[in-house]
């Protein structure tokens, strides 16, 4: 195996500029251990001043390539970098599962599962419904383009470069920013998590491998989180920040970063999954444990989208507990298929603790039942009447909360506002009526995405992610208006319309 | 009629009074810790149960090592206390948490704190005081006025008044640090030619050594002066390594490095774990740091191993055997007479001092060193710890229902 990486990127012709720059770059070494396996990581940290060469570059690429280009052959080219690294074969791909699962934790199961979740939604016919989601035509971001709502013509742009900062809690997800950044025209620079700093070379090395002029707007680099000058350059040099991470980086972020940069923050968020009474039968009780404990299981519970609990509604067909019990059974099998991350003796400490006090309760009465938590701290199951929300600790700890109704849901759940993200809904087949009435609770609570069970990890690339238009909040508009709003109050503005005979404007 | 609770606290105590050295033997130790184990199975109830329900009753556990060991997360949420409520005198709470509703709570009845005095007493004279030398004892810290649920402002207080010279006393008030105060303290016993022992919390010291060099002050402390601390940070002063913890007592204070100590002490043990630094030859090699090597010594009557909470649960052994290889602390302390005296904690250690075959040399015959608070890695991405989310709260929906274990 390859025991020294590299984690960041460079366009060869920016590393050719770079090198007659003094003191440009300094290698960052670092080990990743676990168990018997090593991995050396070297990471081409920038100086500032390379940093705002690097910047200048990418803007320039920006120009001269991603202008040029249409957005449909930009696309043509993410779907190609999807397709091969759909492929189990492909040699960056191997070689990110084995790195990426040395340098995590994860499982070589998950890191190669978390790459089908993410590239699948990552293909052609995403990205264009994507972009027509947000923008309404993907075309207008290569011309002036009719439009009919406004009587005239539009056109949007993209940023320059986007700056990107990235976290590691999902491995392989960083390509996303990537892919929204050159949907949009936009030239990318991005700041990889020491945490997982691997996914994202390789992916620029994709993109390189099918359009060298395409991955020559990309550049990866890392800087440690500290080193304020570098991240005083990185802010100066981009015209449009998204950033992952937690808590105190977004807030130290939001401080730090100039007031006029305009910012995407994708910060903490957490999910749950809601069962209600008729969804919950002895025919479909084995199936439906199944998709919770796969949406419990996948990222090892450590992605925002991960629920934290499941709230199961009481009297029906089949109890909160025998549904918590068949989860342990699907738990079980889902840690067999998608093994759970190797933890380090301090994370491990936590979930140790945790099933100790667990026990504890149970034994002493309280209304807590340990269904399965194996030794091995694969995974935990536990039921738990009515107590007030925790967050979970993640590394698949399933709770089952029984409730009696929706409206005690929304009162245990109450916590979680500001936070909650992802709601699995599990609601009889075709039953609009609940899927509205439980939809517009939720939505009420802050959710952003609400899907059937079994599908939590995987959010479309049309998704609002955080509820937000990811793409459409990039772009600017341009508007050619060809009528004085008063026209469009005429008897017949679609003749009106028809009469002025919009075509392209090139 | 003496109860079985004062009964086994005299035999500890008579226990403690015999040892030195490494003590009498593992099996000595063993039988006293069983018998220990057997009562406080009758007489706590949440470690009953939890020892039932993990198929752990004195009847099938016949070797100390296997005594079940109580989560220091469950003193948040159980009464753990031998004996009936009325009884309890004194309850110590843990501090440093975020958050108030999560703090350890621990109990002591007047016999209890008698054998900790013992226990704490005992520990000094062998470890911080034992060239027999009185000192004025200046302590960095609230006394027990200002900080009645402190047990480490109750350990000081019992070593002041056990071993400290005329003058010894709390630096701290309620107002907080006053510096001038203490320098004043200090130039006293320079003058003086007083030996002092500094001890405090870690944290405060490092205060105290940043507010000394803002005011360019430097002692150079009478010969058989010393430092204790104990503590950690906890988030109150910035955190540094205990490599330069020691450099900066050095600097500011002129004491050697061999006398400046770290003690590990926790809410839920009545002994103390000090910090044994030798300058033998062989230790200092192995230990590849200083001129002096330092590892944490358990007294004879707290026997201590590192577990691998991966393991714990399997059927296989959880003991950590090998030096250098990181595992929880896990302490069997016999002056835990009325709470379990098997504490599992969620802090990371080492065994230091490795065997010829590299087996490490167990806490009688070697040491371990903390190597900190386990705690799961920061809040990785958009994911969320629980340690974060409940610093997120408010008060009021930070309780889970409880404020901590009452009894």
């Known amino acids: ?506 | 009629m003496k109860d079985e609770a004062e009964f086994l606290s005299e035999k500890v105590a008579d226990w403690m009074n015999r040892a030195d050295g490494v003590g009498p033997p593992d099996s000595e130790f063993g039988a006293l810790a069983l018998d220990i184990f057997q009562f406080q199975f009758r007489a706590i109830e949440p470690y009953r149960k939890l020892c039932q329900r993990l198929g752990k009753t004195p009847d099938r556990v016949d070797a100390w090592q296997d005594i079940p060991a109580v989560s220091t997360n469950a003193f948040k949420h159980f009464c753990l206390f031998a004996g009936r409520p009325e009884r309890i005198s004194r309850t110590f709470k843990s501090s440093g948490t975020s958050n108030a509703a999560h703090c350890s709570q621990s109990y002591f009845s007047s016999n209890g704190l008698k054998l900790m005095d013992i226990a704490i007493e005992r520990n000094a004279a062998r470890m911080l005081f034992a060239e027999g030398r009185d000192s004025r004892i200046l302590a960095l810290a609230p006394s027990p006025e200002y900080a009645p649920a402190s047990i480490m402002a109750y350990g000081m207080s019992r070593l002041i008044q056990k071993y400290g010279l005329k003058g010894s006393g709390f630096l701290l008030r309620a107002g907080g640090m006053d510096v001038g105060w203490i320098t004043a303290a200090l130039d006293d016993c320079v003058a003086q030619e007083v030996p002092v022992s500094l001890i405090g919390s870690s944290f405060g010291f490092v205060n105290l050594f940043d507010a000394l060099k803002d005011a360019g002050r430097k002692f150079a402390l009478a010969p058989g002066s010393r430092l204790m601390h104990a503590g950690g940070y906890k988030g109150r002063s910035r955190e540094i390594d205990p490599k330069e913890f020691i450099d900066l007592a050095s600097a500011r204070l002129g004491l050697p490095d061999e006398r400046i100590i770290n003690l590990l002490g926790m809410t839920e043990l009545a002994s103390q774990i000090y910090d044994q630094v030798s300058s033998d030859k062989k230790a200092v090699e192995a230990s590849h740091t200083s001129t002096t090597t330092r590892f944490k010594k358990p007294p004879p009557w707290v026997r201590t191993l590192l577990i691998d909470p991966r393991r714990a649960g399997l059927d296989e052994s959880p003991f950590i055997t090998r030096a250098n290889q990181a595992g929880l602390l896990r302490h069997f302390d016999l002056a835990n007479v009325e709470r379990p005296l098997a504490i599992q904690t969620d802090d990371l250690g080492e065994w230091r001092l490795a065997q010829e075959n590299g087996d490490a040399l167990d806490g009688r015959r070697g040491g371990f060193e903390v190597l900190g608070r386990a705690r799961s890695a920061e809040p990785r991405g958009c994911s969320i710890s629980l340690e974060e989310f409940y610093r997120l709260q408010p008060a009021d929906a930070r309780r889970n229902g409880k404020e901590g274990a009452e009894c």
């Open chain 1, 1 to 506: 195996m390859l025991n020294q990486v590299r984690a960041c990127w460079l366009p060869p012709q920016l590393d050719d500029q770079l090198k007659r720059l003094s003191n440009a770059r300094a290698p960052l070494v670092r080990q990743y251990s676990r168990d018997d396996e090593e991995v050396t990581v070297v990471f081409d940290v920038l100086s500032p001043n390379a940093l705002s060469l690097t910047c200048s570059f990418l803007r320039d690429r920006q120009e001269r390539v991603l202008r040029e280009k249409s957005v449909y052959d930009i696309a043509q080219v993410l779907d190609l970098a999807a397709q091969r690294w759909l492929d189990p074969a492909y040699e960056l791909r191997r070689q990110a599962i084995q790195q990426i699962a040395l340098i995590t934790g994860f499982s070589a199961e998950m890191v190669g599962h978390s790459i089908d979740l993410e590239q699948k939604s990552s293909r052609y016919p995403h990205l264009i419904q994507a972009l027509s989601s947000e923008l309404g035509d993907p075309a207008y971001l290569d011309s002036f383009r009719p439009n009919r709502h406004l009587g005239g013509y539009s056109r949007a742009h993209g940023p320059g470069l986007i700056g990107a900062i990235f976290s590691s809690n999902i491995p392989a997800l960083p390509h996303l920013e990537v892919i929204r950044a050159l949907l949009v025209k936009s030239a990318c620079l991005g700041r990889v998590s020491r945490n997982e700093p691997i996914f994202l070379s390789l992916y620029a090395q994709t993109l390189f491998e099918i359009d060298p002029e395409i991955a020559s707007c990309l550049a990866v680099t890392y800087w440690d989180h500290d080193d304020q000058s570098s991240e005083a350059a990185f802010f100066q040099g981009v015209d449009h920040l998204v950033a992952y991470g937690g808590t105190a980086q977004i807030d130290r972020l939001r401080a730090t970063k100039p007031a006029a940069l305009e910012a995407t923050w994708h910060g903490h968020k957490m999910g749950l999954a809601y069962v209600t009474r008729e969804a919950l039968t002895q025919d479909n009780v084995e199936s439906l444990a199944n998709k919770i404990s796969y949406d419990f299981s996948i990222f090892d519970g450590h992605a925002c989208l991960c629920p934290q609990v499941c709230l199961v509604e009481k009297d029906g067909e089949v109890s909160p507990m025998a549904f918590a019990e068949e989860c342990a059974r699907q738990m079980r099998g889902w840690a067999a298929r998608l093994p759970p991350r190797r933890l380090e003796v301090s994370d491990a400490s936590g979930k140790y603790h945790l099933r100790e006090l667990y026990l504890m309760r149970e034994s002493m009465g309280e209304p807590v039942r340990v269904i399965d938590a194996p030794g091995d701290l694969s995974y935990m199951v536990v039921w738990e009447d009515n107590q007030a929300f925790a967050a979970s600790p993640g590394d698949r700890f399933l709770k089952v909360v029984p409730v009696s109704d929706v409206v005690e849901a929304e009162a245990y759940l109450k916590p979680l506002r500001g936070y909650l993200q992802n709601v699995a809904l599990a609601v009889p087949d075709h039953d609009l009526a609940v899927y509205g009435e439980l939809g517009r609770k939720f939505a009420a609570l802050g959710a952003s995405r609400i899907v059937p069970p079994g599908i939590m990890g995987t959010p479309s690339m049309i998704w609002h992610h955080d509820g937000m238009p990811c793409l459409g909040r990039l772009v600017r508009w341009c508007d050619y208006e060809l009528l004085e709003p008063e026209a469009l109050l005429n008897s017949n503005p679609e003749a009106l319309l028809d009469g002025l005979q919009l075509g392209d404007l090139q």
